[in-house]
């Protein structure tokens, strides 16, 4: 591969890139929806493709040469030498939430993500892809039912909402040693906004009402580790043992915080400060995350993965800082993120020429997920289980893969909302073969 060509194609993938982000950032007034993702830089997105989700998320241990897998770096060398790989996806969530008898529905759609991958050597590849890392979405209002207050100040109620994202943008590199052994290293640039106001009205014109809120510029960059082992198991059959770990990541930006208080003849700035993240007295960050992930592939026809993943965040400040904080009747803390995942794929023949329906993927899931906050002492969990497919369009391992997401977050009790879901994910794979030689002119 030339120099010049490899310029393009960067150039090339450095574009997409860009417009991919333009399609994120003009997207919705929400790119996710929850009211758990009022704390800290909201809601963690699950990672991976379309074609991870279908099986619960995994991909630590994943190794297919069919489909991109950007969840471990060490996983770019699974491919043919010389090919070009590209993903790109969809997903759209579904969510209702209950609490106290009432119940209340959102939907929302967005472009999920983006990677692109080539070969460097024989045994080095490189990827590059862009993926939303965490969304804050939420909105609801609540009213003052104290007869003090009522008699005093009129009807009072409260409005919160906010709204935003985190995105990574990331370039990935592996090698190979000896077929057995896959290493790659990953650099991390997370980049985002995020929006939260508050607002406090009385119905008696006597009384200011009070706005109040932030605004957070953040990025931070980070790096992340992969390796994973493959060995092989009589004929055609393999275990493949990985792991990763994502280092901690100082969150660097720009925090506004303000309060304004608004009466019937004028409006009063009573606060209005911006802090330099980087030299904040309460300094924030994302922290370590540790991944290692087990599969088993039967002759290419089967495979079942599972994986497992752990992050601590205790020490990242966010139940301190000023805009990650959540202040209010409740007390949300940050604490220890889990979350065990398992999958499972089938192809019943790959090289069926008499029945289509035998050569499409098919992909079951389940996952079991601990916040990285508590509420109220109380840890948010998730469950779920997935399914989906890969039906092969064209030529090679050009495909459209598709995942549905069933599942719940946390429940009624103890004032809590519960959330159940159903998400659609929709993924387009794309594979060529690049940088051949013609053998005749």
């Known amino acids: 591969m030339s120099g010049k060509t490899l310029g393009r194609l960067l150039f090339s993938a450095a574009a997409i890139l860009l417009a991919e982000f333009a399609v994120f950032a003009q997207s919705g007034a929400y790119s996710g929806y929850t009211p758990y993702s009022i704390f800290g830089i909201g809601e963690l997105g699950s990672q991976g493709s379309a074609y991870n989700r279908s099986m619960g998320g995994v991909g630590i241990a994943g190794r297919n040469r069919r489909y991109l897998n950007y969840m471990n770096p060490a996983a770019v060398t699974a491919r043919d030498t010389l090919s070009f790989m590209a993903d790109m996806s969809l997903q759209q969530n579904n969510k209702v939430f209950h609490q106290n008898g009432i119940r209340s529905v959102n939907n929302t759609f967005n472009v999920n993500d983006l990677a692109l991958s080539f070969p460097v050597y024989k045994t080095a590849a490189m990827m590059v892809g862009l993926a939303p890392y965490s969304s804050t979405g939420y909105a609801y209002t609540s009213e003052v039912e104290s007869t003090d207050v009522l008699s005093k100040a009129g009807s009072t109620s409260y409005v919160a909402q906010g709204q935003g994202s985190i995105y990574k943008l990331f370039v990935s590199a592996g090698v190979m040693f000896r077929d057995r052994l896959s290493i790659g290293v990953e650099g991390i640039q997370y980049f985002g906004n995020i929006d939260k106001a508050n607002t406090l009205s009385f119905g008696n014109s006597a009384y200011s009402n009070i706005s109040s809120g932030s605004k957070l510029i953040l990025r931070s960059t980070s790096a992340k580790f992969g390796l994973q082992y493959e060995q092989p198991v009589g004929t055609g059959s393999s275990i493949v043992a990985g792991a990763t770990c994502s280092l901690k990541s100082k969150i660097r930006g720009f925090a506004t915080n303000y309060e304004i208080s608004s009466g019937a003849s004028q409006n009063d700035t009573l606060r209005y400060v911006t802090d330099t993240l980087k030299y904040a007295s309460q300094r924030v960050s994302i922290p370590t995350e540790w991944g290692v992930g087990i599969s088993y592939n039967h002759r290419n026809k089967w495979r079942v993965e599972m994986d497992y993943t752990r992050s601590d ?4 400040g966010m139940s301190e800082a000023e805009g990650f904080a959540v202040s209010g009747t409740s007390r949300i803390t940050a604490t220890n993120s889990e979350s065990l995942r398992a999958g499972f794929e089938i192809v019943p023949n790959r090289n069926d020429v008499r029945y289509f329906y035998k050569r499409c993927a ?30 092969p369009v064209f030529r090679y391992y050009n495909g459209i893969s598709f995942a549905v997401d069933f599942g719940q977050r946390a429940s009624t009790a103890g004032n809590m909302i519960r959330e159940r879901f159903i998400n659609f994910s929709v993924g387009f794979n794309i594979f060529d073969y690049w940088f051949q030689k013609a053998r005749y002119n």
């Open 362 to 391: 098919y992909r079951v899931g389940a996952y079991y997920d601990k916040s990285y906050y508590l509420m109220d002492g109380n840890q948010v969990k998730a469950y779920g289980i997935t399914f989906g497919g890969t039906i």
């Open 313 to 316: 965040w205790t020490g990242s």
